[in-house]
């Protein structure tokens, strides 16, 4: 099963941008990379859904090498709203036992 | 377009006793899948069903248990409950594979305290 690794907590400010990045090393042929976005006593937010290169949408763009073991969620100009944990899944696009959730990355934006 | 649902929003047990939570899931998902998130860690995987059936599980006794219905609503059942039950309680929904690209979306959850 892949595992994912990222950073504990992050600091910004308003307006900057930030990059997040998941370690996934023995990511599997058919594993898709999934962000999500929780805010406290709420259910994950669907961000952003990759398989490889680069994705973008309204809200964030996703960075995936080549080799697939690594990915990069970023977010442009944060607001303090954005003040999240930010889970980074490694798994079948639909979900299930392949897919573990890690600890995430509390991102703190500051003013 | 509907979300994901989740009922109760809140709900208190004792230790022993059962409990039923709800979801309905996103207009044209069909799979649903349970997972339990403790305070301050990552969601845990549950189970997941599709066509009314238990699909995939994951490390969880058989004290969890679950339904889904021919609309593909779905409940979690918990019976003799421990204190260590207490968790948000979360839905997700999805569309079954079949060669096609989905991804799966989370209800609100459903904070069970047990006492």
């Known amino acids: 099963l892949a595992k994912t690794t990222q950073p504990i907590s992050m600091d910004s400010y308003e307006g900057q941008e930030v990059n997040i990045t998941c370690s996934h090393n023995?990511?599997?042929?058919?594993?898709?990379i999934t962000w999500y976005q929780q805010f406290p006593s709420q259910g994950p937010r669907f961000i952003i859904q990759?398989?490889?290169t680069k994705v973008t949408n309204e809200v964030a763009s996703l960075f995936i090498p080549a080799d697939r073991k690594s990915s990069t969620l970023s977010l442009p100009r944060v607001s303090l709203s954005d003040t999240a944990v930010y889970y980074c899944?490694?798994?079948?696009?639909?979900?299930?036992?392949?897919?573990?959730f890690g600890a995430g990355t509390r991102l703190f934006v500051k003013a | 377009d509907a979300g994901v649902t989740q009922s109760p929003t809140h709900l208190i047990k004792t230790r022993g006793q059962q409990v039923t939570l709800r979801c309905s899931p996103k207009?044209?998902?069909?799979?649903v899948s349970w997972y339990q998130q403790a305070l301050g860690q990552g969601p845990q995987f549950i189970f997941q069903?599709?066509?009314?059936?238990?699909?995939q599980r994951g490390n969880f006794p058989d004290r969890f248990s679950g339904h889904q219905f021919p609309n593909y609503s779905s409940e979690l059942n918990v019976n003799a409950l421990l204190l260590g039950d207490s968790a948000l309680y979360l839905c997700?929904?999805?569309?079954?594979?079949?060669?096609?690209?989905?991804?799966?979306?989370f209800g609100p959850g459903t904070r069970l305290t047990v006492l």
């Open positions: 997700a929904s999805s569309l079954d594979p079949g060669g096609r690209t989905d991804t799966q979306y």
């Open positions: 023995n990511i599997a042929t058919n594993d898709y």
């Open positions: 990759g398989y490889k």
């Open positions: 899944l490694v798994g079948p696009h639909t979900g299930g036992f392949k897919t573990i």
């Open positions: 207009s044209g998902h069909d799979t």
């Open positions: 069903y599709y066509e009314e059936e238990e699909r």
